[in-house]
């Protein structure tokens, strides 16, 4: 069974510019959450979508949003980015009634120069 | 708000120690909690998840407790070897919530 995928894997921005992300679930897997991982701050957990509707929210500027499609892959999406924007972000899926136990894909490593 | 903590945050033992590594929560109502490990720039693996309704869950020579009272998990490593180098963290999960992360720990097992 293929695991989480993330694409692309690497990505260098600039100031001001938007960027999409894109991450594709392990096959049968409904939820599908974003986080950004940094140095200093760690793992933050940015959405959860379930379904096609968000479910959860981090506590994150509205420059930040996503989206799910009905076969389960998501996109996320940054606007007007940031130099603070350069991070790991990573998206977990899983299963319904499986107590929700996370699966991690291998991450997007975004520079915003 | 919950907080997750670990201890130590960095942690270097000689090949073949056994060693336990701590996570801290402050809501003890908890649905799960999940441990991961996670190697220089890459995504997370997961290794166990205990349900809140248990006290352990082992997997080779991982062996992870729980014990909601306290808000405390412990992650014991068997007969370390290099390649259990990695950071590991700690994620809660609160009902109807999303997973809070603890900060990790920096594990090295010299040869």
């Known amino acids: 069974k293929a695991g989480v995928t993330q694409t692309p894997r690497y990505l260098i921005k600039t100031r001001g510019q938007q960027v999409t992300l894109s991450c594709s679930p392990i096959?049968?897997?409904?939820?599908v959450s974003w986080y950004q991982q940094t140095p200093g701050q760690g793992l933050q957990f940015l959405f959860e979508?379930?379904?096609?509707?968000?479910?959860n929210k981090g506590n994150f500027p509205g420059r930040f949003s996503g989206r799910q499609f009905s076969n389960s892959r998501s996109e996320m999406n940054v606007s007007t980015l940031e130099l603070g924007d350069s991070a790991l972000y990573l998206c977990?899926?899983?299963?319904?009634?499986?107590?929700?136990?996370?699966?991690f894909g291998p991450g997007t490593r975004l520079t915003v120069l | 708000k919950q907080e997750v903590t670990q201890i130590p945050a960095a942690l270097s033992v000689p090949e073949g120690e056994n060693l336990v590594l701590n996570c801290s929560f402050t809501d003890s109502a908890i649905y799960n909690l999940q441990w991961f490990r996670q190697d220089p720039g890459k995504g997370l693996t997961s290794l166990l998840l205990i349900q809140s309704s248990q006290r352990e869950q082992t997997s080779g020579r991982l062996n992870a407790s729980l014990d909601k009272s306290s808000g405390r998990s412990t992650l014991y490593i068997a007969a370390s070897q290099p390649g259990d180098s990695a950071t590991y963290l700690c994620a809660v999960l609160l009902y109807g919530q999303n997973f809070v992360f603890g900060p990790g720990t920096r594990l090295s097992v010299l040869p």
């Open positions: 977990a899926s899983s299963l319904p009634g499986q107590y929700n136990e996370q699966f």
């Open positions: 979508y379930f379904s096609e509707t968000q479910r």
């Open positions: 096959s049968g897997h409904r939820s």
